[in-house]
């Protein structure tokens, strides 16, 4: 499994939000700049964020994001699936329950279904707030 760039971008935005969350409103040129992201490819992140009330944002010359929450509230894996979609190191352990024919025979899927519990338990376990610390 591997975290694409997607992945990397919104936690980089979400934990940059979290540390200037004392400044109100963030415009995405600022978080770019300081995090040396591409503020093109942020701008197809922030939708997602917004959409699942991640983020609240305010348009206009004052406008910007910022976090909906306190950062003690943001699990670094809820983040990562609502980028990735499912951190399955394979189809069938995911979430999406992608069987293929060899499913009820094959001797890899508890090894998968293990690493990919791992996964997402290790995640599921870091919060913005940790990563500030």
Request: charged share 25%; proline share 3%; aromatic share 8%.
């Amino acid at each position: 499994m591997m975290i694409s760039t997607r992945g990397r971008y919104a936690l980089r935005v979400m934990l940059d939000l979290a540390e200037h969350r004392e400044e109100g409103y963030i415009a995405m040129k600022n978080v770019a700049q300081r995090q040396g992201l591409s503020l093109k490819y942020m701008e197809k992140i922030m939708p997602a964020l917004s959409k699942s009330h991640f983020v609240e944002g305010i348009q206009g010359k004052s406008g910007g994001y910022r976090l909906s929450r306190a950062p003690e509230e943001y699990r670094v894996g809820d983040i990562l699936r609502l980028a990735e979609g499912d951190l399955a190191p394979v189809a069938c352990a995911g979430c999406t329950g992608g069987e293929c024919d060899r499913s009820g025979s094959c001797r890899t899927k508890p090894m998968w279904q293990e690493f990919h519990d791992l996964v997402n338990g290790y995640f599921d376990g870091i919060t913005l707030a940790d990563l500030l610390k």
